[in-house]
């Protein structure tokens, strides 16, 4: 017990004192927030997206009214554009073969995003026509329609003798709210946006911590074991200690490395969201989530342990936490439409292959409740998994440190496993 | 005392270590010699509990192995390297608690070591930063910090330049002075018949000789002679009884026939030559090895087309 404390403590002092911890201490986080909030920001301005639109009134009257319904503000909505309009003097060129020329001038110079032309094709008929360089440039057809529509809704109205004040409440009186319903110990629970939102982001940066703490202490491990290898250490340290006694004392060091770094993440994190004024949706399941967490890191850890301890040289070290990384990307793949619709069946049953739980769990957990039994059976499966994968990667290690030169067969490699010497 | 009983160790495609027996009291040196791939390094991975015997086991003391005996042992393996990037004195004091030592005497034992070597301004540095000489007295350091009673030395003098290499051999010796149980493999005979008082030379596995310097000259060394003489020395091939002859410029070695006494031969030679000297060769560690080696073998390649 004392000797695995002693490497432990080896592991983790010789980590943390070095540049590379402080570079990627600070480099994650940055990696991590331009993954996790840059889209999120792209996304976020494209709704704020303004579109110039030039109109030429044929009619000659709904100009300014058309105008003023397409820039009303509850028009431009989340998924909006906001529209800013510049109208076209028809007066000057009544005829629509110019007109049209000069708007489509404007359109291929780039002046305007779009060009709109409104003429009523017969008595009470009207047709828009929206002509731009691109489709992405098209405003929501809905919006123009429906900007012209209220107009001659409003006529109609006028017309029968309904006070402008009515038209005004007929406006205003729908609001559209949306609600995400989730299920919670049987019962239904809602979420408005904003905190689905939270959730969201709350899951999506325990997936991302998972991530990359798998990754990086993964890579440690690998390498130390490599570097050991590679100079003999190894043979001093297994004169010293078992070879158990090596790797978990290897493991628990880089283990701390690993929860030191998300201390610090997380430190970084809260302030960061205080100073974003988003909020941290610190669950009433923190606990579980943590647990999860740790199993997680645990089991692959062990993969790690059984893949990387095999290989001899630096190159092939890299080439193997390579393949690793796209079992770990699998996992965060999965979160988009994880997210989108967390009650899900397939979400459920890939919460029962060990590879997968610890990140689906933990989705589940921050955007639902999975059931109690589920929560009991999932961590069963992964300590059942780790204490499999731990004794595999330990069969595998105790030969594997002292074997130098080739990397062993696939053969080799599953009698190693299989008898143990 | 430590005593290797009928070690026997058998990877996928073949038998490392054979039947292999030996033991080695406190304040001796045993060589363990022979060349490369003849199995010292699995003897020495098994008498250090690194790898399992199949067969036959070790005994420390005249107990069997147990988790303390780990804190006992010094290991300088063959390869070298530490943590390059590690300081020197955190290296030595790490490697100290994991031999059972605790953190501040570790510190302070490391410390004495260094000075003794004349390596304590550099205790704060980076081992990369250190000459490959110092390196390896480092390692050296690192495998006897925790004042281990068996020490195993694995090639302890390749890599080194002549001025460390007699540093080295010192530091061997001291060893035996300070009371320590010391294996030393070698493929290099000449220091192996320097240092240690007993041998085990090894050959594909196997024991092929065992005991010390003395005895196995003395088995060993009986049928050659070395002479110096003038006259014309082709007629020692002429001589019934001289197996063989090397001619020099000034003489000769001969290889006597099995049975021969030099008594015989130097009455014979004297009639015919004018010898100035007459003397039975010592024969070296590495000559013994070479006669025995190609005893072993020539039963067999005599069967061979070559």
Redesign the interface.
């Given at each position: 017990m004392r000797k695995i404390a002693v490497i432990a403590a080896w592991e983790y002092l010789e980590r943390v004192k070095s540049r590379f911890f402080l570079v990627s201490l600070i480099l994650m986080p940055l990696i991590m927030i331009s993954l996790g909030i840059l889209p999120a920001f792209l996304i976020g301005g494209e709704t704020q997206t303004r579109k110039v639109i030039a109109v030429a009134d044929l009619t000659g009257v709904l100009l300014p009214r058309f105008a003023n319904q397409l820039t009303k503000g509850q028009m431009a909505g989340e998924n909006h554009p906001s529209y800013i309009i510049r109208p076209l003097d028809v007066a000057a060129t009544s005829n629509e073969e110019a007109v049209r020329v000069e708007g489509d001038q404007l359109v291929v110079s780039g002046e305007v995003d779009g060009f709109c032309i409104l003429k009523e094709s017969k008595k009470g008929r009207y047709t828009i026509e929206f002509r731009s360089a691109s489709l992405h440039e098209e405003p929501d057809k809905g919006d123009l329609e429906n900007a012209l529509k209220s107009i001659l809704l409003e006529d109609t109205l006028i017309s029968l003798g309904v006070p402008p004040s009515s038209l005004e409440w007929l406006n205003e009186s729908v609001m559209v709210e949306m609600v995400i319903l989730s299920s919670k110990e049987g019962r239904v629970e809602e979420t408005n946006l904003k905190e689905f939102l939270q959730v969201f982001f709350s899951a999506y940066v325990f997936l991302m911590m998972l991530f990359f703490m798998i990754l990086s202490s993964g890579q440690l491990l690998v390498r130390s074991v490599v570097e050991e290898k590679a100079n003999r250490i190894v043979e001093i340290l297994v004169s010293a200690c078992t070879p158990t006694q090596l790797m978990t004392g290897k493991m628990v060091g880089l283990s701390c490395l690993g929860f030191t770094q998300m201390l610090v993440w997380s430190a970084v994190a809260l302030i960061m969201s205080s100073v974003l004024s988003l909020e941290f949706i610190v669950h009433e399941q923190l606990l579980l989530l943590l647990l999860y967490f740790v199993l997680g890191y645990l089991f692959y850890a062990s993969i790690f342990i059984a893949v990387g301890s095999p290989v001899t040289t630096e190159q092939e070290a890299q080439q193997v936490t390579g393949y690793l990384v796209i079992f770990l990307v699998i996992p965060l793949v999965l979160t988009v439409p994880a997210i989108q619709d967390p009650g899900a069946e397939w979400i459920s049953i890939l919460s029962y292959i060990p590879l997968l739980t610890p990140t689906m769990m933990g989705l589940r957990l921050a955007l639902g409740s999975p059931a109690l039994s589920e929560i009991l059976t999932t961590v069963a499966i992964m300590l059942v998994s780790i204490y499999i994968s731990m004794l595999v990667a330990g069969r595998i290690f105790r030969i594997a440190i002292l074997s130098t030169g080739k990397r062993p067969t696939m053969r080799e490699l599953i009698s190693w496993v299989r008898t143990g010497a | 005392m430590i005593e290797a009983l009928h070690l026997r160790k058998t990877f996928?495609r073949s038998v490392a270590v054979d039947d292999v027996s030996f033991q080695l009291r406190k304040g001796e040196i045993l060589g363990l010699i022979g060349p490369n791939g003849a199995g010292k390094t699995t003897t020495i991975?098994i008498v250090?509990?690194?790898?399992?015997p199949d067969a036959g086991e070790v005994l420390y003391e005249g107990n069997p192995f147990s988790?303390q005996s780990?804190?006992l042992?010094g290991?300088l393996?063959?390869?070298?390297?530490?943590?390059?990037?590690?300081r020197v004195l955190?290296t030595i004091t790490?490697?100290g608690?994991?031999?059972?030592m605790r953190k501040p005497f570790a510190r302070e034992q490391a410390l004495k070591w260094l000075e003794s070597f004349d390596l304590a301004r550099e205790s704060n540095r980076k081992i990369e930063e250190l000459s490959k000489g110092n390196q390896q007295k480092l390692q050296f350091i690192?495998?006897v910090v925790h004042d281990p009673w068996l020490v195993v030395l694995d090639e302890p003098f390749s890599g080194l330049d002549p001025l460390n290499q007699v540093t080295m051999q010192e530091i061997v010796a001291g060893l035996r002075n300070a009371g320590k149980a010391v294996i030393l493999s070698t493929h290099q005979m000449d220091y192996a018949e320097k240092l240690s008082d007993a041998i085990c030379l090894m050959h594909e596995g196997k024991v092929l000789l065992r005991g010390t310097v003395p005895e196995l000259r003395k088995r060993y060394g009986t049928n050659t002679v070395r002479m110096e003489f003038s006259g014309d020395g082709s007629v020692l091939a002429t001589i019934p009884g001289i197996k063989k002859v090397i001619l020099s410029q000034s003489g000769a070695e001969c290889e006597l026939a099995d049975g021969e006494t030099t008594g015989r031969i130097l009455g014979i030679l004297s009639q015919k030559l004018d010898l100035r000297k007459f003397e039975l060769v010592e024969p070296t560690l590495n000559s013994i090895f070479l006669d025995v080696v190609h005893k072993k073998n020539s039963p067999q390649s005599s069967g061979r087309v070559h």
């Open positions: - | 996928i991975r250090l509990n690194i790898l399992k988790e780990r804190n042992f290991y393996p063959e390869e070298r390297g530490l943590y390059r990037k590690s955190d790490y490697f608690c994991l031999r059972g690192v495998a």
